[in-house]
């Protein structure tokens, strides 16, 4: 905080030191320009003596303020004494010149000030006394002759009084005396000479002093007039000059601006409402690095709002130094809402154009692309800027029309024709794709009115031009389609009577046109189809439907049933009045058998599930039991109703242990085999124990749409023996294997039979056209899956007949039935089957466990062949006979038997495989081979896999 001035130690120091200079008048202010001593009486202030706190620009004759603060800064800046030039004062009734003087002032213990005092001089007084011109300093010349002039006044003074005091002696000294006014004459011409010379001089300045009074005031009108706000700052980015417009967007008066900083006014805070540092400040930068520059900054009003301006900023130097900055600006804030409209306007119209799937190109006048836009860069297909820079026609416009296309392009830029609107031409994109486009087109011009080229607007109207010419084509196709279809069409009318009906549906009801003519649709619908017809015909009428398709049965002239399948659609007026139904009819009698057919088949299945020896089920993926067949009833005591699902089953029959986890339906259906899961303890309804050795494989999705599962098992309960126990094992694993196989065997039959289905109901539904070529084509598809189905139930049955005596078999027919259980199931897993050497031995034998050994070999090698994912997978089953030894030998490719196991295979137990594997297979087919025939099994590895060998004598004379 600032000591307090003591005005007795002020005016002791002025006395002191510069009292006779200044005993006139004199204030005193400190750097802030305030007012803090005043002497004597100043006309261009209106205060007592004493101490003051006013600033010296509020309070100032506006006319000194310019120079004033001129001589202020050059005082702070040169800390030395400084003077103005003379400053006419217009305002005064007797005209005056005014200089003002200010030299640093000093107090002990206080802060450096500043003496200020101001120097008068008449209008007159300024023209006639030559003794003031020294203190004007205007010019050299000037300035000597004043001087001698002053020397030549007072020689004539002593002169004069030397004349008084010594008239006595005149006669003394006349010599002297003439000499004397000789020389006063030679100064006196020479006065006159210096007073015609100064007399000169002041006539010049005074038409210096009457052009600077010009050229302030006009500079003053300027400066007022002019449409911007400009405000002068001094070395301190303090205001020392505002003009009306200024104060006026600012919103302060220019009188409060003056000497205050004009960061802190104006320019203190940053568009997003953050404080402004001096040191970040454009304007403030000017005054410490002297640049120029122009620039757009946000100033702030005194009632707090802000403005966009446009500014430009210059230093004022002054003898090399800077001395402050002028700072002319004008509110832009019109502008700046007008140019974000104008910017939103044109992204929503860039927006519009890139959304719209308009192409816009535009070309120069040497068909050059200039620019094309997303629409039209997809189009073309390439991105813009492999396109800017293309030739339009030599790239993008067909051969064909480019010479026409170009002539157009040329009378646009010789304006020889205007703007062309839905101009029609093909194009040709870079993957030499056509389009056929139509284009707006408009002439582009620069600011001189000059064409520079052409903005082109197009759309794609390839669609349009192609679907015109489809609907043509499609009218035509309509009627020849109506006259030659191998489907029935109808047009019917809304009561029911036939308006038009086409060949094929008088051949298909056995009328003539004419009589279908006459009757109506009701007379030839089966009476129990009649009413679900009509009914859906008043939903079509009442706006409920917009079509329906049922399956119904139509009578014929000569009096058969045949099935039907019905589309209709009511076709209406502009209006949305009904006006006639156009009916299809597809006769789909032959697909009814053969669903009736598939039907039986299935049936079928399930009896021979139902009637098997061993305890079946079926469920589907979601756990819920489809079928269980007799003997698991009979076995379990629980009926279908009593245990619906797997979860009732587990609860039941398993004591709510793991049961059939949905997980394995998932491994089973991933990986499409047959999963063993051993032996399990059953609890039956009157809580006996029994023990089952069960499989599941999956079957496919033959029911409802959902995937099902065959459960397999076998009651071992009774079974003392161990030998007999593995024998039904290995009995029951062949059988997985078996249903396991029939699953893959069902798998693609019974697709081939969704897919016809579906596909012949797709074709009713969508009203396609079917051929009675393609209805006889898909009807043996059906038959000849069917039959193979059918082939695929007898395997099944004959394979769990029992065997009690031999057979007279051919060897052949084992092996065909052998490849034809198997088969699917190597193709899937891309595994070839090869039968080499002759296989025409008939012999007697039991060919059901001649067949399970085999089976046991070939699932063995296919398992092994899946694990170690060979490539290029084979078993190959060679056959020889040589005195009444038959030899069959089954190799394969799949890596050899482990080390380890090889010696110790054949052993109950012992498996070659690494999940699934009962241990069970190899040693039963070794006992069935050895006490069953008689024979003998062995096997070995070779190079690249292992070979099974069987060796059955055939002694007996029955069995060659």
Known sequence: MQKLINPIEIEKHLHDNLFDYFSSGCLIIDRDYNIVYKKGKISYLNFSDGILSLNIFNNLDKVLHYHMRIVINRVLVSNMKEESKFIQMESSQDEKFVKIIAQPFYVPSQKSMILISFKEIELEEFLLNGAILPSLSENTIISTLSSQVVEARNEIQNISDELLFSKQNM???????????????????????????????????????????????????????????????????????????????????????????????????????????????????????????????????????????????????????????????????????????????????????????????????????????????????LSRDEIVGLNWFDNFIDKQVRLEVNQVFNDMINEKIGSISHYINKIVDANKTEHIISWNNAMYRDENGNIIGIIAIGN????????TNELKISNLRYEQTFKTAQIGIAHVGLEGSSIDVNDYLCKMVGYTKDELLKITFQ????????????????????????????????????????????????????????????????????????????????????????????????YNENGEILLMNKAFEEITG??????????????????????????????????????????????????????????????GDVYGGKRAIIFSAMDITEVQRKEELM????????????????????????????????????????????????????????????????????????????????????????????????QKILENNLITLEFTNECDIEFYTYPNELMQVMLNLVNNSKDAIKDRNVKDAKIQIGTRLRENLLTITLCDNAGGIDKLVIDKLGEPYITTKSVNGTGLGIYMSLIIIEKHFGGSMSWKNINNGSCFTIEIPLVNAQEI
């Open 171 to 381: 006669s003394m000294i006349n010599a002297e005396l003439q000499d004397s006014n000789e020389k006063l004459q030679s100064t006196v011409e020479e006065l006159e000479t210096s007073s015609e010379e100064l007399q000169s001089s002041n006539e010049e300045l005074l038409a210096s002093l009457s052009s600077n009074r010009e050229l302030q005031n006009k500079l003053s009108l300027i400066l007022e007039s002019s449409i911007d706000g400009i405000v002068g700052l001094d070395i301190h980015s303090r205001h020392i000059f505002v003009n009306d417009k200024a104060a006026k967007m600012l919103g302060y008066s220019a009188e409060y601006l003056i000497g205050k900083s004009s960061h802190s006014m104006w320019h203190h805070t940053k568009p997003d409402g953050s404080y402004y540092p001096e040191e970040e400040c454009p304007i403030v930068r000017t005054l410490s690095s002297g640049e120029s520059a122009r620039g757009e900054e946000l100033f702030w009003r005194k009632n707090g709002s802000s403005f966009a301006v446009e500014f430009v900023r210059s230093p004022i130097v002054e003898d090399g130094k800077i001395t402050g900055a002028v700072i002319s600006f004008h509110d832009i804030s019109d502008k700046k809402s007008l140019e974000l409209r104008l910017k939103n306007e044109h992204e929503q119209m860039l927006l519009y154009l890139e959304v719209s799937g308009l192409i816009i190109v535009i070309l120069d006048k040497n068909a050059n692309i200039v620019s094309v836009n997303r629409a039209g860069s997809e189009l073309l297909g």
């Open 523 to 618: 007379d030839i619908t089966h009476a129990d189809d009649l009413y679900k017809d009509v009914a859906y015909v008043s939903k079509l009428l009442e706006n409920k439907l917009d079509s329906y398709h049922i399956q119904k049965r139509y009578i014929t002239k000569g009096g058969d049933i045949i099935w039907v399948n019905l589309s209709v659609v009511l076709l209406r007026d502009s209006s949305d009045k009904p006006l006639y139904f156009i009916s299809i009819i597809q006769d789909i009698s032959q697909i009814k058998l053969l669903m009736l057919e598939l039907e039986l088949k299935k049936n079928e299945l399930e009896n021979v599930i139902r009637f098997a020896p061993n305890p079946i089920m079926l």
């Open 638 to 699: 629980y009926t279908l109703k009593e245990i619906a699902t797997i979860e009732d089953w587990s609860k039941m029959a398993m004591g709510g242990g793991d049961g059939l986890n949905l997980l394995d339906i998932e491994e089973l259906f991933k990986n499409t085999i047959r999963l063993d899961k051993g032996a399990r303890t059953i609890i039956t309804k009157d809580a006996k124990e029994v023990t089952w050795l069960f499989s599941l494989a999956p079957l």
């Open 460 to 467: 794609d109207v390839t669609q349009e031009e192609s679907l």
């Open 727 to 822: 024998l039904a094992q290995s009995r029951q694993a062949a059988m997985g294997d078996m249903i396991g196989m029939i699953a893959h065997q069902w798998r693609q039959p019974l697709s081939v039979i969704s897919m016809v289905a579906n596909n012949l109901r797709v074709n009713l539904e969508l009203n396609e056209e079917i051929s009675l070529s393609e209805v006889y084509k898909l009807t043996d598809i059906l038959n000849e899956q069917t039959q193979y189905l059918s082939h695929t139930i007898d395997d099944f049955r004959t394979f769990f007949k029992p065997e009690r005596a031999k057979e007279k078999v051919v060897l052949c027919k084992i092996y065909e039935k052998l490849y034809s259980m198997t």
